[in-house]
Structures are given as structure tokens and as C-alpha cells.
């Protein structure tokens, strides 16, 4: 069984989420609570589960302070995924960047709620299929960004490799063997580049391009 651990501050949707994990067999939840610094003391006191499914936004504490939170103490560990009604690229961003290990919308269909969760157990990440496709499309958006080449060297596309796939500067850091400010250099370099704004738009871009698959 994989233990839930729910924080959503709507008693019915909690319910109903917590109904949905229930039913398919394979889950448990564990404990609920109504905001993220409730979430925090279970844990503190002892509560572990192997994921905490939270709402964006709650009062007291919101999910990405929660998760900023859970990283600083003993049970580091644990997974942790957005549950939200937040589309907006910003926040999927400082999401990521705060450590989730996945972003989901509200309106996934049960069926990618299940395989979400199953995935990101076993240790990877995830980013729900719809927000996907939203962020990566090849269509034309308000940024106007134009088709141009752009000579990223070898390590630089492997940044950015890793960056689409939701790691953190301090992740892709370990992983290259480098430090995290190198790893910050090379973001930058690349923004500067393809003379963009932020990392959604580098990876928007890269695609766009065929630098990344």
C-alpha cells in the first residue's frame, strides 16, 4: 500500500480525493488535514507517509511553503505532489523548484491520478499530461517567440535536458557533478541566448527548435 498523506482545505473535494485513492486498492490515506501547517506537525510528531498530495493553495501554510518545510526536516524523503487548480507556468515553476516530485491539475481523469502517484512512488517525476501539453506547444503564443538558431554547446543542452524534466539547479548539480552555480551559469547563458525571459520559456523554445526532444 502506498500511504497519503492529504492536505486540501475543502472538506468535499478532500473527501472525494480521498474516496477516488481509496477505492483503487493500492493506496492509503493516512492522515488529512485542512492546510499545510497542520500537515507539517503530523510529520514532525512522527505521521510518515510515502507521499503528501496537497492543495496549492490553503490557508495557514500553502503547499509550496509545506513542501519547502517537509525538505527541511527528517522525513525529507517523502514525495510530495501538487494537487491544484493552478495552471499558470509561474507557479508550476516555483513548484518544482521548491522540490515537488509532481504537479497535478484538478481535472486529471482518475485513471492519470492513479498512475501519477504509482509513478512518482517508484521514484520519479511527474507532470500531469494536459499542463504538458499547454506548456510545450509549438503554437503561437504572447511571447512571440521566433524560430532562430541558437548554438547551445554539448553540457548546456544536458542542463537543459534535465530542466525540462522538472530537476531542481541543485539536482542537476549533483547529477552533473558540478556546482550548483555552474548550473545557474548555464540557465542564464542559455535564457541570455535564445534571449527569452524564464526556463518555461527556454524549454518551450528548445522544443519548438528540436534542440531537446
Known amino acids: 500500500m502506498i500511504r497519503i498523506l492529504l492536505a486540501e482545505d475543502h472538506q468535499i473535494v478532500r473527501n472525494g480525493i480521498k474516496k ?15 492546510n499545510g501547517k497542520e500537515a507539517l506537525q503530523l510529520i514532525e510528531q512522527g505521521a510518515s507517509p510515502d ?29 510530495t505532489v501538487m ?22 491539475l484538478k481535472n486529471i481523469s482518475t485513471e492519470e491520478l492513479m ?21 510545450f506547444s509549438l503554437t503561437n503564443h504572447k511571447n512571440n517567440m521566433t524560430d532562430c538558431m541558437v548554438d547551445f554547446s554539448k553540457r548546456e543542452t544536458e542542463v537543459l535536458s534535465l530542466i525540462a524534466q522538472g530537476y531542481t539547479n541543485k539536482e542537476i548539480a549533483d547529477k552533473l ?3 550548483r552555480r555552474t548550473v545557474e551559469g548555464h540557465r542564464q547563458t542559455m535564457i ?13 523554445f528548445a522544443v519548438k527548435n528540436s534542440l531537446i526532444d
Open 192 to 204: 541570455n541566448k535564445a534571449n527569452v525571459r524564464n526556463s518555461a520559456e527556454l524549454i518551450r
Open 177 to 179: 557533478y558540478t556546482s
Open 51 to 79: 507521499i503528501v498530495l496537497t492543495d496549492m493553495n490553503m490557508p495557514e501554510m500553502n503547499g509550496i511553503e509545506l513542501v519547502e518545510n517537509i525538505k527541511q526536516t527528517s522525513q525529507r524523503h517523502i514525495k
Open 83 to 104: 494537487l491544484t487548480m493552478f495552471d499558470n507556468e509561474n507557479y508550476v515553476m516555483d513548484a518544482f523548484n521548491s522540490g515537488v516530485d509532481g504537479y497535478l
Open 20 to 34: 477516488v485513492l481509496e477505492n483503487a486498492g493500492i493506496f492509503e490515506v493516512i492522515a488529512e488535514t485542512s
Open 115 to 135: 498512475f501519477a502517484l504509482s509513478h512518482i512512488h517508484r521514484n520519479n517525476r511527474y507532470i500531469c499530461s494536459d499542463l504538458a501539453m499547454r506548456m
